[in-house]
């Protein structure tokens, strides 16, 4: 069966660059959610979208912003990097009427050098 | 506010031993209560989850009751396998719409042959 597919898989990026990630959800899921899991820490929820609109805001820096397409992809754009970007990201997806489970894809390492 | 408090880690057991992981939460409404588990390298993946209070979730030998009562989740096996050692981490959700998750800090398992 097809899972959330994130990517890239791994991305390294110098301090104030830019980076994009990419989440393909689950098909036919309409709700993608992004999370962040700092080295040893629990994933902090940042952002999430449905039906290509946001629907809830957590902890996303400003220098952070995100969309999601027609298509229900969605894209994490982050600017202006810190060392402490550093961090898995996680995207996860759903369907907004389906009940409260979330797929989780295998996440992007950031690191910021 | 909402969160959940997840017992410490690292747990090491021998194989075949007893396991529990103890979440208690606080919440502003009715949560509902997961059990995520984070094997080496991958993202993470529902284990169990109960909606309302004195629900069992059970799966692959782990269960949890969700306790109003004493606001706890706790995760139990009875007897664990080396394929076991993995993160676990509780969470909890709102059963708002907003389906984003609040998640404990995890605890770390490894299990010994």
């Known amino acids: 069966a097809a899972g959330v597919i994130q990517s890239p898989r791994h991305l390294i990026k110098e301090k104030r660059e830019t980076a994009t990630l990419k989440c393909y959800p689950i098909?036919?899921?309409?709700?993608v959610y992004w999370y962040q899991q700092g080295p040893g820490q629990d994933p902090q929820f940042l952002i999430s979208f449905y039906e290509k609109m946001q629907s809830d805001k957590g902890s996303i820096p400003d220098r952070f912003s995100a969309q999601q397409f027609s298509d229900y992809h969605s894209e994490l754009n982050m600017s202006s990097l810190e060392l402490g970007d550093s961090a898995l990201y996680f995207c996860?997806?759903?369907?907004?009427?389906?009940?409260?489970?979330?797929?989780f894809g295998s996440g992007t390492q950031l690191s910021v050098l | 506010g909402n969160s959940v408090t997840q017992m410490e880690g690292p747990v090491t057991l021998s194989e075949e031993a007893f396991l529990t992981i103890n979440c208690t939460y606080t919440a502003t409404g009715y949560p509902s209560l997961f059990w995520y588990v984070q094997y080496p390298g991958e993202g993470l993946q529902l284990l169990l989850k109960a909606t309302k209070a004195d629900d069992k979730g059970s799966n692959k030998g782990f269960e949890a009751t969700y306790r109003k009562e004493t606001t706890s989740f706790h995760l139990e096996k009875g007897s664990v396998q080396v394929s076991d050692s993995a993160v676990y981490f509780c969470a909890l959700s709102l059963q708002t719409g907003a389906n984003n998750l609040f998640f404990g800090t995890g605890t770390r398992l490894t299990v010994i042959p």
């Open positions: 098909p036919r899921h309409d709700t």
């Open positions: 996860a997806s759903s369907l907004k009427l389906g009940g409260e489970k979330l797929f």
